[in-house]
């Protein structure tokens, strides 16, 4: 079966800090890898998607950036966190094509002090 | 502009009691709909799926329906329970000529209280 992890669950860091948060999948090969970001009251914001090893599409401007060094990695990073960096961000994977379902991570709770 | 609308932002509702959440979108081409899950501090899960061509569709005490003609759908929630309290995700995904684009409504907080 097909899992997804990602981490750290929790990070409290600095203003001008680096990030970076990781998310892998297993029991699949060659997946459709996605970053969102989700503000409280708001839905989720696709900030970054992939479709195969370094290939990466961002959806907005940001301070962010993202990488797939691996088929089944997906990294979000930042070299300087802002404050409007924190927030609540989400790896996911697509099975069955470009409308398929979107299996979700456990997500990444960011709060920039 | 494509757009998923969901209604109430937030329901509180005893247990026991049934509930119905409302979703309507102006998204263009249609392709698929869902409803997602999603518990507080956790990924959002899939409940169910529909297409243009569906109307009902049901998962345990779930049951979503589809009007593709005025563009709404709505998630039925029958002999809530403690466990149903999260929050409920409409998801909206455009088809080819969409560029594939998936839409997330902003979902409805659902409290279900003892």
């Known amino acids: 079966s097909q899992t997804i992890h990602q981490w750290p669950a929790t990070l409290v860091q600095p203003v001008g800090s680096p990030l970076s948060l990781e998310c892998t999948v297993e029991g699949t090969s060659n997946p459709n890898l996605y970053w969102y970001r989700q503000a409280a009251g708001r839905g989720l914001q696709l900030l970054f998607y992939s479709v195969g090893i370094g290939q990466i599409s961002s959806e907005v401007p940001q301070n962010l950036s993202a990488s797939r060094p691996q088929d089944r990695q997906f990294i979000l990073s930042s070299k300087k966190l802002l404050l409007s960096d924190s927030g609540f961000y989400l790896c996911?994977?697509?099975?069955?094509?470009?409308?398929?379902?979107?299996?979700f991570g456990e997500g990444s709770r960011l709060t920039v002090l | 502009k494509n757009q998923v609308e969901q209604s109430p932002q937030s329901l509180i509702i005893l247990e026991g009691k049934n509930c119905t959440l409302q979703?309507?979108?102006?998204?263009?081409?249609?392709?698929?709909l869902r409803w997602y899950k999603q518990d507080t501090g956790r990924g959002p899960v899939s409940l169910t799926i529909?297409?243009?061509?569906?109307n009902t569709k049901s998962n345990g005490r779930y049951t979503a329906t589809l009007d593709a003609d005025t563009k709404q759908s709505s998630l039925h929630i029958t002999a809530s329970q403690l466990s149903d309290s999260a929050s409920y995700i409409c998801v909206v995904s455009r088809g080819l000529a969409g560029g594939f684009k998936t839409i997330f409504g902003a979902g409805t907080r659902l409290f279900v209280k003892a």
């Open positions: 979703c309507n979108y102006t998204v263009s081409p249609f392709s698929n």
């Open positions: 529909m297409t243009f061509s569906e």
């Open positions: 996911a994977w697509r099975q069955g094509g470009n409308t398929g379902e979107l299996f």
